[in-house]
């Protein structure tokens, strides 16, 4: 069952677990550390995939459960995968649906044999078997296929994140013996809530089976910040160096910093869409709220040390004003910006991880948010 | 007070009224005949001013009285004006807010001093005079600005006609007297209801102030097609030669080539930015309304014809996929398309007119949709 990697490591920084590497897949290879923009419904909302190529995007993120429900994997199949139905030719995760479902909750029964749900569309009965989920995966033909995995709710007891973690390890099995298309890659998920002892085991468990990279799941679900940071330290340690980690579903700027330090190469988040659809933006100093009345006659551009389409051409003011008046064309705009602050921050880290500086970048990196 | 026209005829048909042209404009010149998007808010909705630049659109429309309403021309007058608030580097045509303002229907009341109304989105009163129609437009700084006049409902009788149309007339001499930045072209509105006597006595009140160019009002307000493209055709001969026409807020792509058929150089209306946003999209075999389920596997793109960004990329599948889903994109790709057409249409009449063709090319227009 085993692989050679797909991950080559290119230098390790002498201060902290921070890693500068790449991961190869059929779509060519993408630099890591590496954030990925979600595209949950086939398309990163609000920008083209010419925008995600202006502002250098690797590898984007495709939802599974939302794509099974609407408009069906059997249909993306027909149209090349969801590279050709969504028009990109960079790479693409997609999970496995299994976060998805846990947030259906009342919708939502997991049994030993699978996941049983109702469609958020129209409540029609489904069952995804994990075999299911690599089979959907496959028609999707994403250069990444993730587990069907169990999460476990926050807080729970070390005897139920125990059960769901042992859950996860079958279904991790059962994955990786229903992989048929090896061209796309396969990551094992370590879970194991809150208890870092559980999370050591379940990656020991994962790696015997053998994966193509090793995600954290079941972290960023509510837990304090600081939790989020030591159970993240705690695990990297377990996951081969010669793999990719990546920290499923965060997070903020600084959890991106902080997951970089602590060893984590892969990251991929809603917040920088979301926020920009909400009118939060990123900057070098901060975050922005636009719709507030001090923007109203304000001449410069969102951030003055970032060149993103949004930046070069156009004012807070006239950024407020689209906000106010809720055009298209704002979100289009705000979304343009806050992912290129993510990218920009992601090639940043990975200037910093070559140069074996990244304890002054970051340093730097918090004294100019200190500094708003 | 008369100026030299910034219009310049090329060539006319032999066949009809048809005529190719340019208007010369503080930012350039502008081929006729041409079609203006719409930008009510300083953005034509869901696409960048990149995206009007790679479809070639020329001239786009901003309605004053959105922008006096919010965010207010003073604000607009400090970023340059409408172009700089925009980053619109084109020409810019604003319409007086008299359409508007009598869309308000009970929130306005019309007297010989101007139109006293309630914003729409405060309620809080406004008075607009001609004189002031004038200075909101000085300070938008528009390339071509619009005399302020009264509309006529449909149906009305001819004295409520006439008397609308004698008001618009001592209007449309107190924006010519108020106008100051002779950098900004003006142009009167020819109004007259569906009595196309009335419109020719106007017309040469209009002509008598002395305008830059001359536009029909009050047209495709419910009326028949028929009887306007009747009205249409009987106004153009009382229009100097020399000077554009514009038929204001006019209309299908049949319309358009009606329009020009009857001397028309230029148009605006809101239908191909709205459509998309609907879901219907305009293409050389006529309409498709994107969610009819016959489209849910089709892998052709809108229109074989087209070669625009979202026809050069995207299958009907996908569009129909967005759309159902309500995703931005879906706005975003179904403007480009949509404007698209209605820029290429007209490239499409000037290149025929050259040629002194445009009959043929009516002929294969109403063929090609015909066949649909």
Redesign the interface.
């Known amino acids: 069952m085993e692989n050679k990697s797909p991950f080559t490591l290119h230098n390790s920084s002498s201060e902290c677990g921070a890693r500068r590497g790449e991961v190869k897949t059929k779509h060519g290879s993408f630099q890591t550390p590496v954030f990925m923009p979600v595209g949950t ?3 990163v ?6 925008n995600l190529k202006e502002m250098n995007a690797q590898i984007i993120l495709g939802n599974t459960y939302h794509l099974y429900i ?2 069906g994997h059997e ?1 993306i199949e ?2 090349g995968g969801l590279h050709g ?3 990109w030719d960079g790479s693409i995760l997609t999970d496995s649906g299994g976060f998805q479902i846990f947030s259906l909750k009342e919708l939502a029964t997991i049994t030993e044999e699978g996941a049983a749900f109702r469609s958020h569309l129209d409540g029609s009965k489904l069952f995804l078997r994990p075999e299911d989920a690599i089979g959907v995966q496959e028609s999707l033909g994403s250069d990444i296929m993730m587990c069907l995995d169990t999460c476990i709710p926050y807080p729970a007891s070390r005897d139920q994140a125990g059960e769901a973690t042992d859950l996860t390890t079958r279904w991790a099995k059962r994955c990786r013996d229903a992989h048929r298309k090896r061209d796309q890659l396969l990551f094992g998920i370590v879970q194991g809530g809150m208890y870092a002892d559980l999370r050591a085991e379940h990656a020991q468990s994962l790696i015997d089976i053998g994966f193509d990279g090793y995600a954290l799941g079941g972290l960023s679900v509510g837990e304090p910040k600081d939790l989020m940071y030591e159970l993240v330290g705690e695990a990297t340690p377990h996951l081969p160096e010669n793999y990719s980690r990546y920290l499923m579903g965060v997070g903020t700027p600084e959890d991106l910093v902080e997951g970089v330090w602590r060893g984590i190469d892969m990251f991929d988040c809603v917040m920088p869409t979301r926020n920009a659809r909400n009118g939060t933006l990123f900057t070098s100093k901060g975050k922005i709220t636009i719709k507030n009345a001090r923007y ?2 304000d ?1 410069e551009p969102l951030d003055e040390r970032c060149n993103c ?1 949004t930046c070069r ?3 807070r ?2 950024l407020r ?2 906000f ?2 809720r ?3 704002s ?3 705000n979304t343009i910006h806050n992912l290129h602050y993510y990218l920009n921050l992601m090639a940043e880290i990975r200037d910093a991880i070559e140069k074996d500086s990244f304890g002054a970048f970051r340093k730097d990196f918090y004294g100019r948010l200190e500094h708003e």
């Open positions: 419904q086939a398309t909302k609000a920008v083209t995939p010419d609407r408009p249909l027909q149209f139905f969504m028009n109203r006659e001449k389409y051409h156009y004012s003011a006239y004003h689209l106010q008046s055009e298209i064309l979100y289009h705009l």
